[in-house]
């Protein structure tokens, strides 16, 4: 009856109105089931043991309606990645017997919960995702995550756990993605990960692992994503990575690899981002690469590559970044390199390139390093290119007064024969606050200069009087906007001059100070740091660690210089060094160099690198014989610096801000 009155209603053909009208019922018991259906108590317990050992709960009105997970956003259609809805859980709900529904996903991200991961969760069975990262997390990875063998997904990336990771992670044979990097983890891989013949993404860098790589994870021929930097792997890095011709991303710097980079890498032509640095031993050469024409990331930093550099870069029409710094490459510059429309950054600094610059370069060109290699001749237009970023610094240029105004002053006192004063010192001493909009004197009685110069990618700058200059080479890889000067308001423990380390020069890559026009001799060189960006609660955020090395005179003095570990673990702590140094031929360099090391996105994406927050030196043995004045027609303040430093003082404020 019902039927023939819906009809009536509704003239629809007979067929049609029977799919309808079964749609409906069905719709109908949907809506009854969800009423009816409950939570497996068993995880209903474990959910809200483990969120109360945390210390946090659902957000009112949103799930874990009147006391049942599995209720509100967890079963419709609301985004799990929504902000608001962390904790979050999904459930898949069972129409076998209309009663019971399952916990298929855990959301516990970026809420700082602090303690261990709790042995209850093993009794939700049914995930498939699980994700931690971004808290502080310690203890260890238990070995009963190897019995959630539906997982898909395991993310527990940035937090602090250690101990050595569990050979159980090899039970998850569905796992997709596995995430476990920047944390405290020790000892090698487990050899079982080669069981996880699924997999095609794994976050591991920084995770503190050690080692040879497992030969068992020549299985893993699904991979398209390995991040492996900043470990302690040691060994060959692993021929089977070339049998990987599913990967488009490959990062493995920072580590303790032998080289060389193997040939069988040419078989991973679907690469688009590749990053591999700071091998231990040479051999390497450029000709795996003909082949990757998809890349628009190319790092091949600190390898010792000794090669030409290919002159066919006409074909890789994606190519937005190429980083070549810190080998033994040879040749000339090929012109079309420097042609390329989507290249954006280039780097080439620290080779042995000979030759004179290209006379053309593409307009998208904009930031450029072949600082220390053995470039000559006269310069092209293009160097004087608005918005463009140059570091030419330590070759052979001809530099006199046809073209000494092309290009910011000073370059001439920092080509590779070190021409100004030599033989004729002025200068006996100096002060630099680098990051400092203002001079001061600290109560050693040492006036410390103004370095506030807008540096960026690739940039030099030397003071008026040519006493000191500092030159900068890097980019802050993924991060979309970062300054090269931070600065903070925190007072510092073990200083009487706390305003000397409120501010600081970062760099990427590679920061060098110079001492120009020095009277020789040995000279006390001091240098200041504070870490001033992670905190020491706990919290993901103090997590992050900054590695680099230090060289003075081309002299490693400092290798994997840790500020905050220097300073017994703590932050806003001053840390000081000091080191008698020869100055020869009135010259004095100072480098920090980073290899590689540190983690790279703590507190924000793309941060690493040096830092350094005072630099001094004086005499050490000898008593000076000139007047440590600059020329006359020179000021002694750096109203060049101030100037164009502003920009960069509004930016660091902005960056204290965000953080």
């Known amino acids: 009856m019902m039927v023939l009155q819906l009809q009536i209603i509704f003239p629809f053909s007979g067929s049609c109105f029977l799919l309808c009208f079964r749609f409906l019922c069905v719709m109908l018991l949907v809506q009854r089931f969800k009423a009816q259906s409950t939570t497996d108590p068993s995880e209903v317990v474990a959910l809200n043991t483990i969120l109360g050992r945390w210390g946090k709960a659902a957000a009112a009105g949103k799930w874990n309606i009147s006391g049942d997970p599995c209720t509100g956003w967890a079963i419709d259609s609301k985004g799990f990645e929504d902000p608001d809805f962390n904790p979050a859980i999904k459930c898949v ?15 516990v991200y970026a809420l700082d919960v602090v303690g261990k991961i709790p042995e209850e969760l093993q009794n ?21 995550i190897g019995n959630l063998t539906a997982l898909q997904t395991l993310s527990i990336g940035i937090n602090a756990l250690s101990g050595p990771l569990p050979r159980e992670l090899g039970n998850l044979k569905n796992l997709i993605l596995l995430g476990i990097g920047t944390n405290k983890f020790n000892g090698s891989l487990p050899s079982e990960l080669g069981n996880l013949t699924n997999l095609q993404q794994v976050y591991m860098d920084s995770c503190g692992a050690s080692g040879e790589i497992p030969p068992t994870l020549a299985n893993l021929k699904q991979l398209t994503i390995l991040w492996a930097s900043d470990n302690n792997f040691t060994g060959r890095i692993p021929d089977f990575i070339g049998s990987w011709t599913n ?19 040419a078989n991973l032509k679907q690469l688009t981002d590749l990053r591999i640095g700071d091998l231990l031993s040479s051999g390497s050469s450029l000709a795996f690469i003909s082949n990757m024409t998809s890349l628009s990331t190319l790092v091949l930093r600190n390898n010792k590559i000794s090669d030409a550099i290919p002159q066919d870069f006409a074909k890789y029409t994606s190519l937005q970044m ?9 040749g000339t510059l090929p012109d079309s390199l420097f042609n390329l429309t989507s290249l954006g950054y280039l780097f080439l600094g620290n080779n042995s390139l000979s030759g004179s610059l290209p006379t053309q370069k593409s307009s998208s060109l904009l930031n450029v390093d072949l600082s220390y290699n053995k470039l000559a001749g006269r310069f092209p237009s293009w160097v004087s290119q608005k918005n463009l970023h140059l570091n030419l610094v330590a070759n052979n240029f001809v530099i006199d007064d046809s073209n000494s105004s092309i290009l910011p002053s000073g370059l001439k006192c920092l080509q590779q024969d070190k021409p100004c004063y030599r033989g004729s010192p002025i200068y006996s001493s100096f002060g630099i606050k680098c990051g400092g909009n203002r001079s001061m004197e600290a109560s050693d009685g040492v006036v410390y200069d103004v370095d506030n110069a807008d540096l960026t990618t690739a940039s030099y700058f030397v003071t008026e009087g040519n006493k000191w200059a500092v030159s900068t080479v890097g980019h802050f890889a993924d991060a979309s906007y970062f300054s090269y000067i931070i600065s903070t308001s925190s007072q510092f423990q073990n200083t009487l001059d706390t305003e000397l380390f409120q501010t600081a020069r970062l760099s990427p890559s590679s920061l060098r100070y110079y001492g120009i026009g020095l009277e020789d001799g040995n ?56 080191y008698v140094v020869p100055v ?8 920090f160099f980073w290899a590689g090391k540190g983690t790279c996105c703590v507190p924000t994406q793309g941060f690493y690198g040096a830092s350094v927050s005072a630099i001094s030196a004086s005499p050490y043995d000898f008593t000076s014989t000139v007047s440590n004045e600059p020329p006359s027609g020179s000021s002694k303040k750096n109203h060049t610096g101030l100037a164009i430093g502003i920009a960069a003082a509004v930016a660091s404020l902005g960056l204290i801000v965000i953080f």
């Open 93 to 107: 709900c069972s129409f076998v017997n209309n009663t019971v529904c399952h916990i298929t996903q855990l959301r």
């Open 523 to 578: 000279y006390n060189v001091k240098l200041q740091f504070a870490e001033i960006i992670y905190p020491d609660s706990r919290t993901w955020k103090s997590v992050g660690r900054r590695v680099f090395d230090i060289y003075i005179q081309g002299n490693l003095q400092e290798k994997d210089f840790d500020i905050r570990k220097e300073a017994g673990g703590f932050s806003d702590r001053a840390v000081v060094r000091e």
């Open 124 to 144: 939700l069975t049914y995930l498939t995702f699980l994700k931690l990262d971004q808290n502080y997390l310690t203890g260890p990875l238990p070995a009963f």
């Open 247 to 265: 990967l488009i991303t490959l990062r493995m710097q920072g580590n303790s690899f032998q080289g060389p980079i193997t040939s069988n890498f």
């Open 322 to 330: 190429l980083d070549l710094s810190f080998n033994n490459i040879t």
């Open 584 to 591: 020869t031929n009135n010259f004095l360099e100072i480098h």
